[in-house]
């Protein structure tokens, strides 16, 4: 027979998650993989850096993108803007360098004959630093 301080003691199975619950965890879980670019509302430095390129380079085109348009309207319904704020934050911030840069643009978005006056007006746009955490070569 089961004595009742051992009844007691006995943990009990917690309820299911429900569904409401499974996706808020879910969607924080998610919020933490976005790029500083999109989480980082902090991020000023980074931010005057895209407002500076937006209004310098214009018109940035990379392959066919019309980046200055993106810029100015914040990437509004084109999947490829996130994919150019992750690869430009880790050239601001030094960890990748602009070959690795310009490679990773290239081979997104496509070769162009305007790329290069876009990657000379990007590049000349940066703030003086070194860049500790770029790969050796650059």
Do not use: H, K
């Not at 911030?93 to 004959?113: C, E, L």
Request: glycine share 8%.
């Amino acid at each position: 027979m089961c004595d009742r301080r051992q009844r007691a003691a006995r943990p009990r199975p917690s309820p299911p998650m429900s569904a409401a619950g499974l996706a808020l965890a879910l969607l924080v879980a998610a919020g933490g993989c976005a790029p500083d670019s999109v989480t980082n509302v902090q991020a000023t430095g980074y931010n005057a850096y895209l407002n500076t390129i937006a209004s310098s380079c214009n018109p940035l085109m990379l392959g066919d993108a019309n980046v200055s348009e993106w810029l100015q309207n914040q990437g509004v319904n084109d999947p490829n803007y996130s994919y150019f704020l992750d690869l430009t934050s880790r050239l601001y911030y030094g960890n990748i360098s602009p070959a690795a840069y310009r490679d990773g643009i290239t081979g997104f978005f496509g070769p162009s004959t305007r790329n290069e006056a876009s990657f000379a007006c990007i590049f000349r746009n940066l703030p003086p630093r070194s860049m500790p955490n770029a790969p050796p070569g650059m």
